[in-house]
């Protein structure tokens, strides 16, 4: 039997692929990760169950740089007929190998001699054909087709990273252990922006919560919806909190960029809540506590599974829902806390610079309280954006000033960063 390690043996088969016949060599998938399905034969229960969820994900294992290949003793007329009863089954766009003789299978290790059948067997290979996973389980129970893909997206993280190893039930964006010092590697989150990922190692530190301010114009709304849109199409459900702006201008500038997340507003990936009415009460002489509204947000971060959450701006919310200025300072302090402590969610918060104003926020405390700060400006000649990487926690980066341009149809783009 095949061990870790080994190469993959040399073989040669028929396979049906949709409508076609083609022979298909071990060498046909050099260069590629490889997912081998053995499964004991056509016509039977559990086996299209299994290959019929390879054929769902199969766009997700390709996009990883793998293909697969299911195997069984049947012949190519078996298939044949298989394709031509089962709907599900003719729409499989993977080669169906056929071994009836069982020369791959014993080559694998896998033939069971008194049974003349082979057992429920996955195999897993690297690019270079060395076998780096396989299980074997009785015929009678079918496989989990997301976990395979799961390890083959941590085999190929650790092949590509080889300074980390991944914990029990990793997944990508989750906490890594670094392979000399035994300690966990920072889990970060994209932020979607050309360049700025680059110099953050990777992204935002997770679950904690970051300052984004900038003047009028400087693009801390285009920041957050990159942020936020990048996240969604990496599976990641959002929350995008707004108050000078509607639902439905929050979806056009998004669109306007070329991001569409309506979609993803229909599928609950997303959630705009829209603070107007809580400003409508305090303007009523109704009293908003910070507790009510964390609590709502929370609510909705339990009922969305949400990782991310905008807060689009900090500053217009203290001043809406307070009556007195020396209660802003306090109102953000208890607002991050909230967030920071009990939300777990990667966060945002925006806040508006006056011009030639030296204060980052309304209150002054943001900054003091945030993992980072990311300052979005103009230089002197008012010709130049400029970002400014002020404070970033466990993140190596430099006190300089970066130029960039919003780009219409990417976004924020960090200057020399575009392709």
Not at 110 to 125: G, K, P
Not at 320 to 326: A, C, E, F, G, L
Not at 384 to 411: A, E, F, N
Request: proline fraction near 3%.
């Amino acid at each position: 039997m095949l061990t870790i390690g080994q190469k993959i043996p040399d073989f040669s088969i028929e396979a049906c692929c949709l409508t076609n016949v083609k022979t298909v060599n071990q060498s046909d998938f050099n260069g590629k990760w490889l997912v081998v399905v053995f499964y004991p034969a056509d016509f039977t229960f559990v086996c299209p169950t299994e290959l019929e969820e390879f054929s769902v994900k199969y766009d997700e294992f390709t996009s990883l740089g793998a293909e697969i290949l299911s195997i069984s003793q049947d012949s190519i007329s078996d298939h044949k007929k298989w394709q031509k009863s089962a709907l599900e089954i003719a729409k499989i766009k993977y080669p169906m190998g056929a071994d009836p003789s069982g020369s791959v299978y014993r080559s694998f290790g896998i033939y069971a001699e008194d049974r003349s059948s082979s057992v429920r067997a996955t195999f897993i290979f690297d690019p270079s054909g060395i076998l780096m996973e396989m299980n074997i389980h009785d015929n009678r129970v079918g496989r989990n087709v997301s976990e395979i893909l799961r390890k083959l997206t941590a085999l190929k993280y650790v092949s590509e990273h080889p300074d980390e190893l991944c914990p029990e039930n990793w997944n990508p964006g989750k906490q890594t252990i670094n392979v000399k010092t035994g300690l966990k590697n920072i889990s970060r989150i994209p932020t979607g922006i050309v360049g700025l990922d680059k110099l953050l190692a990777g992204g935002l530190e997770e679950k904690n919560v970051y300052l984004v301010a900038g003047e009028s114009g400087s693009g801390k709304t285009v920041l957050s919806l990159q942020f936020i849109y990048a996240g969604l199409t990496r599976g990641d459900n959002a929350i995008y909190v707004a108050v000078h702006e509607s639902p439905r201008e929050i979806i056009d500038d998004a669109a306007s960029f070329g991001w569409d997340i309506r979609d993803y507003l229909k599928n609950k990936n997303l959630t705009i809540l829209d603070l107007s009415p809580y400003v409508s009460k305090v303007n009523e002489g109704e009293t908003l506590s910070v507790g009510q509204m964390m609590a709502d947000l929370a609510k909705q971060v339990r009922q969305n599974n949400a990782k991310l959450i905008v807060l689009d701006s900090i500053d217009f919310i203290a001043r809406h829902v307070t009556k007195s200025d020396r209660d802003i300072g306090e109102y953000i302090r208890e607002i991050i806390l909230a967030i920071g402590h009990d939300l777990g969610c990667t966060t945002i918060l925006t806040s508006h610079i006056l011009p030639g104003d030296r204060n980052l926020s309304l209150s002054g405390v943001e900054e003091h309280m945030v993992t980072g700060v990311i300052i979005l400006g103009v230089d002197k000649s008012g010709t130049h954006r400029l970002m400014k990487i002020k404070k970033m926690r466990q993140t190596h980066v430099g006190l300089l000033q970066y130029s960039y341009h919003i780009d219409p149809k990417k976004g924020i783009v960090i200057t020399g960063e575009d392709s």
